[in-house]
């Protein structure tokens, strides 16, 4: 557990500095210029050091764990810039001593920066196509193949946002409201150490809670079973689930205890902490809707389905209960959910698209050679960068998907051009809404190569897997350079740091899924659900083998699903003033794709952040997040650390070949 940290000395304050909107005196000025002279301190404060980058590859490294830790069960992608804000700074004042200075605050931007990209640029693909590829194929790729293509995809979305920099923060000035919140979360930990202070503690000793938990339930129970420990080991070992179905047992109400059973309909509560504080995270409204979604699903559709005759004999369309056999047939209804509702959203924001399409011109516009010399050339990314970056990196994305997944260069690059174009819309989804369409742009994607090259499922996902990994790494990128736009960081050095990150971030995660993932049937169960790949899967096997291959009541569950998402997304738009009031079309859907107990987490945990800022709003505000992000942070690394055990401990004591 780390040590408790103390508030800055108030001899020795670092003031931020003031934000671009309260320095332009001149509408007509160029704002590029206001923002030089008056927030640009790049040049005087120290930023791209040794220690900020070697610190935030480190800290980007658990969060890379973290994020794919929680991603398997979840399939939810969780931002780390706040939680990297905070813990870069906690770090950073406890090794104050060893340091033997106060590091700026654009080096606590830099750390968060790297931090940022090796935690959430590289796992999301790991947990959706990586993983619906292994469901598919039943077969994982070679390592160096997989670490290979995560790194150029990353690196792809990298290189990609360069052009977009200046025209969607600089002129544009798009709010990106997590960059903001991050780059506001730094100036408020760098003028009010009290209040930092209690942030950071809160923040790890949450992680020390979360890592207890993990350490009892998982790490306990493999101790006892690799070291033959006695019964007295029992009593230190906590459960996977709480034995709610015992109860009712006992009460004599055996219909209500298959329900709560998790070998039945899943209605049971699992004790880990990583659902509750993600529900937390999410906020009420999702998870409400993941609570109702959980009830129709697992708590209605599912006991009828059960009971209904499927076409051979003797069998029923829900034929085995427990999440695996459930999900089998639920999972229909929740992809067409998600899928019509993501696509409509994004749609319908055609001003968006319509103002990203028409940038493009403009971001590759011709210079004046008569114009005056920019005065940013020296510190923005320089074009130079751009080109030979995506040309480098799409080369070698053309080059894997064909010899791997024997996708036709014409086809590899096309995915790439239609990547490119598709992540400038996702930026400025990120920049406006602080929204990344991932799953709609990369559905684009699948429907696409589903009519250019039908029947081809391995194809399919490796083409969509370059837009989502594309836009992903784009937009965290942009939300980065907002934050260091704000606190007047040098833009080349941040997309050093950004890039350091992401080299980071992919030496850490493919092994980490590696070692979470040993083989095909560890995903789609009780631990490891992986939601997003039972989408990405649902929807490539859809377009490979036809919708012949459904069961006819899977196909009505499609078509339900698909209008109640169509059916919400509008009702959304309809009445945004009651927005709170409609279910969440993700939320729902998910229920529908997850066990129940992660949903019934996920909304305990929801509900005591509400109730936190309804009746405590100050208490709410300073501890949710920090608290959250500990708990996940804390099991999730917990968990990863078993599993390095595990398999450290089996290489060791594994017998010579021969041996007795």
Known sequence: MAQPVTPLAPEEPQVPPKAVTAVVADANEDPELVWLREVYQGDKVPQLTFRAVAMGMLLGSFMAFSNLY?????????????????????????LRPVLGSEPSILESNCMQSTASAAGYSTGGTLVSAFSAYLMIEHKALPWPLTMSLVFVLAMLGVFMAIPMKRNMINVEKLPFPSGTAAAETLRSLYTAGAEAAKKARSLFYAMGFGALVAFGRDGMQDMTERFKLGTWAQYLTLPNFLPMAAWFKKAGWNDAATA???????????????????????????????????????????????SVPSATEGQMVINVLGYRGIVQWTVWGGVS?????????????????????????????????????????????????????????AAGCVVINYTAFHVAVWLGALAVLLSGILSIVACRATGETDTTPIGALGKITQLTYGLLIPQNITANLMTANVTAAIATSSADLLTDLKSGY????????????????????????????????????????????????QVWKAVAELLG?????????????????????IAITLAEKAFPKHKRFIPSPTGLGLAFVIPAWNSISMFIGAVIAYALEKKKKAVGETYTIPVASGLIAGESIMGVLIAVFGVVYDLVAAKPPGAP
């Not at 937390?280 to 699903?297: D, E, H, P, Q, T």
């Not at 924001?349 to 050679?369: C, E, M, N, Y």
């Not at 992401?502 to 631990?527: I, N, R, S």
């Open 70 to 94: 929680v991603g398997l069960k979840t399939g939810w992608g969780l931002g780390v810039a706040i939680t990297a804000c905070i813990m870069s700074w906690a770090i950073f004042r406890a």
């Open 260 to 306: 709560v059973d998790n070998k039945g309909y899943t209605f049971s509560f699992e004790l880990s902490t990583i659902m509750v504080a993600a529900g937390a995270i999410m906020g009420i409204r999702v998870g409400v809707s993941l609570l109702v979604g959980a009830v129709l699903c697992y708590g209605i559709i599912a006991p009828i389905m059960h």
């Open 337 to 393: 959910l998600m899928t019509t509702a993501a696509l409509l959203n994004f749609f319908i924001q055609w001003r968006t698209l319509v103002r990203a399409f028409s940038g493009l011109a403009g971001i590759f516009k011709k210079k004046d050679p008569n114009a005056v010399a920019d005065p940013l050339t020296a510190i923005e990314v320089p074009a130079s960068w751009f080109v030979t970056g995506v040309l480098i990196a």
């Open 486 to 533: 704000l606190l007047g960081a040098n833009p080349r050095k941040q997309f050093i740091a950004q890039f350091l990150g992401v080299f980071a971030g992919t030496l850490v995660a493919v092994p980490g899924f590696y070692l979470l993932v040993p083989t095909a049937e560890t995903l789609g169960g009780d631990k490891f659900p992986a939601p997003a790949a």
């Open 545 to 565: 083998k036809g919708v012949h291959s459904l069961h006819p009541s899977a196909l009505w569950a499609m078509a339900i699903g698909g209008a109640l998402g």
